[in-house]
């Protein structure tokens, strides 16, 4: 978002990475939009709404789940003692080093965000359930809607709440559950008609089916039903995170072995039972410790969309950000309940409020060596790479880091180290780590292996455009136009909507002389920041040889401001003016010409070299003729004017 305006903010709301112009995570996207325009790409602003974001949400979590322990069926009990326990709780939730994932790590706001709007959601489902006057009621209902949409818009996995709004009214409000339910079956209708509607709705428009999960399978190593048993294994894992959260143990990108039946690796059918019985134990448990038991149950509802059908990676930290705020409430009841049995054995009582603050100092002290990690894209994917030496992730992608700050040789190792591994995420995956090879080879001037890693990425992905586009770069190079034109057009089959492929077709038709032709191709080039410069300098000499001189310089003077030390726009404008008969102002402009390259003598005999040699194909002929008089008698100099 560069300007406040209906448009860009539709632009932000409707921004599908998969599917440009569709509706995408709306809520979170905004934001996002809203922090590039405040400090682009700075990211101190991103992280401080981040922090700002897990503020407010720990906030409505002590008020949720001190709301909770005064609810008429707990006052009696934990009033008393509401404030305490709610603090702590939320403490231990708050400073967790597990949720660096979710917090240090900007793009995952998303995950965030829905939490913070979650938990406000749950805040306003008790207020308005206690509400003595309808007024409250109505007021608090509202917000608690208003919050429910605001936390599905940042992260689908919200659509569970209506769900924990059951859950918490079976469990911590009504005293009779049957009654309830024949009371209630009605409203518990719409609320799964809700839950349906919405899943309907989002599917059909950001996937165009509801069974797509099944499609996105054939690009992972593993099945349907094989992630289904790991992720039995992988919510155990997620328990021991929450548990015992040492930074040793956190990690971007864990590798987990895929079970391939109930019985192997044999941890499965053990994870499989556990959960199946600690489930089966909550709700058996939920009349007698309905906390303990809604607090757990929770913990497993909402881990229910990322951890069943869907084809999305086996593990990631952030994803407990939701399904773990109510986690640490039963085991701090325990304690308070120590504290209290330990009324009158003061040394007692001084021990374990010494546990509770070395656990709180603990988590925190592991956040923030946790963070040192995150400091730098490169060091990031180091500790990943000495955790999970076995996949091929960590190795590209430190791979990928190296490549930026320009450790090439530390690239090729990684890369190769990638190809080697025996995790994969994506079954693709090898061919961008044959691309990346071809890149760095690229720019160590090695240009046989750069052709050689590209070729191989096509044997494995014929339609890889990447590697097309850039096979068609060096064959160019090389003056082999034939390889060079059937490698472009390739990659246009593969990709018409690149906008880097785009430009490379421009040049290729503005070669060939069919500049009629090159013209949409420049257009959806110039769509790119990047790009923007080269496609309308391309698309100038385009009007330039249909004859349409007066919009050549209108492009050609938009490219000066662009980049005003680019000479090439300025020989051309300088040629129309004079062909135009503005003689005056083509002396004027070819007096900033030398007095440019008066202070630059590689930009003097880069005008030199585009005089005599007339340029490249695609510059069309700059005329010496016109163009070295004016440059000679410029007002600026005419003793240091350019030679012929």
Known sequence: MTELSSGHVKQALFSNPGKPGTLYRPVACLSFAFNYYVSGFQVFSYHLINI????????????????????????????????SVALVATMLWAVNPVHVQAVTYIVQRMASLAGMFYIMAIYCYIKARLAPAKPGKILFAGACVFSFVMSFGSKENAVLLPLSFVLYEILLIQDGVVPWFRRNWAKLLVVF??????SFVYFLQRKGSLLFFLAEYEGRPFSLPQRLLTEFRVVLFYLSLLIYPVPGRLNIAHSVEIST????????????????????VLVSMAKKHPLISFSYL?????????SSVFALELVFEHRNYIPSMFFFLPPVIGISGLLEIFARKKAMRTLVSAFVALVVISFGHSTFVRNFAWKSEKSLWLDAVNKSPDQFRTHHNLGSAYERDGLLIDAIAQFEEALASPIIHQKNEKTIAYYQLGKVYNRLGNTGRAKASYERAVEMDAGFSPALRDLAVLYDREGNSEKADSYLIKAMEANPEDPLINLNMGFYWLRKGLVDSAIDHLMIAMEEKVLKPDALYCLAIVYKHKGWLGRAAVCFQEIIALNPKDLRPRLHLIEILAMRGHEALARQKAAEVVRITDQDERLRLQVLDLLINKGQASDVTLSADILLPLLRNSEHDPSRGLEN
């Open 261 to 280: 039946s109930f019985w192997d690796p044999g941890s499965t059918a053990v994870s499989v039972l556990f959960v199946a019985i600690s489930v089966a």
């Open 298 to 306: 929770f913990f497993f509802l909402n881990h229910l969309i990322e």
């Open 52 to 83: 700002s974001i897990h503020f407010v949400a720990c906030v409505f979590l002590y008020l949720s789940v001190f709301h909770t322990l005064n609810l008429p069926k707990f006052r009696k009990q934990y009033a008393f003692k509401s404030h």
């Open 193 to 198: 008609s809700v839950i349906i509607l919405l």
